[in-house]
């Protein structure tokens, strides 16, 4: 997992106990099994065959045999192979490892924000008409949740949630509404809550006070 716009470091997790020299190595990471990532060819880097999005964006340490992807982005997530060739004579090759690791991007999402969508003041025989949103995030979040609270018993609600993704930057926008008739008891709080995936856990709003 990495945090959008970060640098990433992919492990080719290859121990080179025999000590081969880099110069009888082909190295190189492919994304997708047709993306050519980056490419050491026996020492000396090489770019003819790279994809073209990442060109000037990858960096090999051949010490510790790993990647680093730079400015990562959504559209990076996927499956990444290292793959080293050992150069045996002139006219062989035999390939000495393969390995893969599964690339998996995370934006943060914004505090979600609660809206009243109601005009003019409440009446008691009323509905209470609310929107709650979070932008920016990736992947795309679990679910909503609105916390209705009066002293200490608080009821829950899994609100429906209209999900939208950026064309440009895939990252998620979401919005939840709630629809409830107007709390006859005062000082009743509520709250949103979204919940997110890949044990991220959740953000809460701001709660507003009826």
């Not at 340490?61 to 192979?81: C, F, K, P, S």
């Not at 950026?166 to 509404?177: I, Q």
Request: proline share 4%; charged share 20%; glycine share 6%.
């Amino acid at each position: 997992k990495a945090f959008l716009h970060h640098t990433v470091h992919l492990s080719c997790y290859f121990p080179n106990s025999q000590k081969i020299d880099v110069k009888n190595l082909i190295h190189f990471w492919q994304k997708d099994t047709n993306k050519v990532v980056h490419e050491v060819y026996y020492g000396q880097e090489k770019h003819e065959n790279l994809s073209p999005e990442y060109i000037n964006r990858t960096k090999v340490d051949m010490g510790r045999w790993t990647l680093q992807l730079l400015n990562a982005g959504v559209e990076d997530e996927g499956l990444y192979e290292c793959i080293i060739i050992q150069k045996i004579t002139e006219q062989s090759r035999e390939v000495i490892h393969k390995s893969e690791c599964s690339l998996h991007i995370i934006a943060n999402y914004s505090q979600p924000k609660i809206a009243e969508l109601h005009s003019g003041k409440l009446k008691p025989n009323g509905y209470l008409n609310l929107s709650c949103s979070s932008s920016g995030g990736y992947p795309e979040p679990k679910e909503m949740t609105w916390l209705i609270s009066h002293e200490n018993i608080t009821h829950s609600s899994t609100a429906h949630m209209d999900v939208s993704q950026d064309a440009v930057t895939k990252l998620y926008n979401v919005t939840g509404k709630l629809n409830i008739p107007v709390p006859t008891k005062s000082h009743t709080n509520i709250s949103c809550l979204l919940h997110l995936r890949e044990q991220l856990g959740s953000l809460v709003s701001v709660p507003l006070g009826i």
